[in-house]
């Protein structure tokens, strides 16, 4: 967050700086307004791309082999244009390179990763016949009597991309 501000800082002096630029080339007196509102719209414009872009840009630093099951998208009162069109400031990955496939189950790691905060790789097992999912933390190698399952919607997004595109 804090390479962030200073980006962010970055872009407005960049773009006042700029303009004081042209304004020693040119030779010409401009409106002394000029200055601080391009600083103001560069450092915007700056914050806007970062947020929009976030999602992409933590995707692709996971790496290859992971599909993205699932994006939470919010609308924040302090960011109006998320009311245009929601930001994403979540999502769950699945790494298709660790998927284990044993008949209706399936084995992967699971990322969770949200903006703002630490990222989790956890370890889980889909059970695609009985629509439910289980922690595999604690559990031995592709032992799975002992897990604790948890019920799923068989329309979850997560569930259905463990099943339909990792088997």
């Avoid at 700056?46 to 994006?71: C, D, H, P, Q």
């Avoid at 990222?119 to 889980?124: D, L, Q, R, T």
Wanted: contains cysteine; negative net charge.
């Amino acid at each position: 967050m804090l390479l962030e501000f200073i980006a962010t800082i970055s872009a407005g002096v960049g773009a006042a700086g700029l303009i004081l630029g042209m304004q020693k080339l040119l030779r010409l007196p401009l409106p002394n307004w000029l200055m601080p509102a391009s600083a103001g719209i560069a450092m915007l414009a700056f914050t806007i791309w970062s947020e929009y872009s976030w999602a992409s840009r933590a995707e692709a630093g996971l790496g290859e082999g992971k599909l993205v099951a699932m994006t939470v998208d919010k609308k924040q009162i302090w960011r109006p244009w998320t009311f245009v069109f929601p930001v994403t400031t979540q999502f769950i990955a699945l790494d298709k390179d660790s998927a284990k496939v044993d008949g209706e189950m399936v084995q992967v790691d699971m990322y969770l990763v949200a903006r703002r905060s630490e990222s989790a790789i956890v370890p889980v097992a889909f059970d695609c016949l009985l629509s439910r999912r289980a922690d595999a933390f604690d559990l031995p190698e592709g032992d799975l009597t002992q897990a604790n399952w948890f019920d799923m919607d068989k329309n979850d997004p997560v569930l259905r991309t463990a099943c339909d595109q990792l088997r």
